[in-house]
């Protein structure tokens, strides 16, 4: 636990007030933030005895008398205030680093990474957890910092934990007993420069692992097997000839766990989503089969990922806002089977559109929206590809009004992340979903 220090955090946000919060009383704490929080959240800092500045960077405030500087996972490495904190010898480290600390005795963690697929991994294997009666809480980068769901963990609890690029990259002393790594390929180059960096980032997930602890591999991605090539973790892998999914159903030791018929999403990505769960099930209790059945044969898949938006035209409508990578998109359009107008673009992140040639040719129409707009147009004009300039979501969807026919697909699924224009990717997609609503 930390006690008597005087602590720097940088950025408010959800996960910033919640370990000001899980911090306030024994230590002196300083926050700042580019924007004032509403009222009630301001009022709730100064009765804790938090002080809340507002600046551009913060890195004014900052000076030798700090002894830790607690850092958004959002917020670039080389940022100024970070950067004069490491001058400073100041340790940068993140609210999950802290929260960690705090933990009861025996909590045992599952963490879960990878380039995609994590929400609805950890989303699944939180659910069958509880289905098989395990006292459990789900947090991290899904939604519930860890700062702010401590005291919901009990002594002996299950954590399960979805760990972002982001947050990795500032955890030093945190530790998993369970990690699974869904998959690897380039992504946040902006944030971290380069892919090998990247990737250096991810293999975290195994920090201070020994032959007691257990690593859940991809056996089938080759970069999640270069990251674990020499780790001390337990490795256990899927998606080879032992845990893998067939056209009859999905197998765990070679013994078919589920038909495919009987799970509801669809798609070879989430039958890797579904292995990964269950093997991190299994090492936690063994599986009833029944209540595996029971959970997917009635689990729709997660909001904003290939979600189906209802539409009384003749037109299926699928918001994919969390696809903030091309890899994600190729996914999402693979489960297309009906010409598709393709809504592309966000952020600039040095993203290769060129990753989705190998199903572009589904895609009769690209609406080019944010920041890469112009470079989404040169992209379509090099692969002979119709694309309209839009820039934003509004004008995509009215001239995808115009455009679509019966028996077409509308797929939001931006390959980039959402920040030049929404606060987060949930946001585009409930714009989007607003939209379908209003114009169809």
């Excluded at 020994?210 to 892998?237: C, F, G, R, W």
Aim: charged share 25%; glycine share 4%; proline share 2%.
């Amino acid at each position: 636990m930390i006690e008597n220090k005087k602590i720097f955090i940088l950025g408010l946000a959800r996960s910033g007030y919640h370990v000001a919060k899980l911090l306030a009383g024994k230590n002196e704490i300083v926050v700042c933030d580019q924007k004032m929080p509403e009222e009630k959240i301001l009022n709730e800092l100064k009765d804790l005895n938090v002080q809340f500045y507002q600046s551009e960077t913060g890195e004014e405030l900052l000076d030798n008398t700090f002894d830790l500087m607690i850092k958004n996972p959002g917020i670039d490495p080389r940022h100024l205030a970070v950067l004069k904190a490491k001058k400073l010898k100041i340790k940068v480290v993140n609210e999950m680093e802290v929260a960690y600390h705090y933990l009861p005795k025996n909590t045992k963690i599952i963490g879960i990474t990878g380039s995609n697929g994590k929400t609805t991994t950890a989303t699944i294997l939180y659910n069958l957890l509880k289905l098989h009666n395990v006292s459990t809480v789900l947090g991290g980068n899904i939604g519930y910092p860890l700062s702010e769901i401590i005291s919901k963990v009990k002594e002996n609890d299950v954590l399960v934990l979805e760990i972002s690029d982001h947050q990795l990259y500032d955890l030093d002393e945190f530790k998993t007993d369970i990690s699974i790594l869904t998959n690897l390929c380039p992504t946040h180059l902006d944030y971290h420069g380069t892919y090998e960096n990247y990737k250096n980032t991810k293999r975290k997930i195994f920090n201070h692992h020994t032959k007691q602890d257990i690593a859940i591999i991809n056996y089938a991605n080759k970069d999640s097997l270069e990251v674990s090539s020499h780790i001390m973790s337990n490795p256990i892998y899927f998606n080879n000839n032992q845990n893998y999914y067939n056209d009859e159903g999905i197998f765990i030791d070679n013994e078919l766990i589920i038909k495919l018929t009987d799970i509801k999403i669809k798609g070879n990505h989430n039958y890797e989503n579904i292995l990964a769960s269950l093997l991190g099930l299994q090492q936690i209790v063994n599986i009833d089969k029944n209540k595996v059945k029971e959970y997917l044969k009635n689990f729709n898949g997660v909001e904003h990922r290939i979600e189906i938006v209802p539409s009384m035209s003749g037109v299926d409508f699928y918001n994919d806002s969390k696809a903030t990578n091309p890899t994600s998109t190729v996914i999402a359009l693979k489960t297309m089977t009906k010409p598709t107008r393709l809504i592309l673009g966000g952020m600039e992140r040095k993203q290769d559109f060129n990753e989705l040639n190998s199903e572009i040719n589904k895609v009769i129409c690209i609406y080019a929206i944010g920041k890469v707009t112009d470079r989404i147009f040169a992209y379509a004009k090099e692969n002979n590809l119709l694309c309209k300039k839009c820039y934003d979501l509004n004008n995509a969807m009215i001239e995808i009004k115009k455009d679509v026919k019966n028996n077409e697909a509308v797929l939001l699924s931006p390959a980039s992340a959402s920040w030049d224009q929404y606060d987060k990717f949930e946001t585009r997609g409930e714009e989007f979903k607003k939209l379908v609503e209003k114009m169809f």
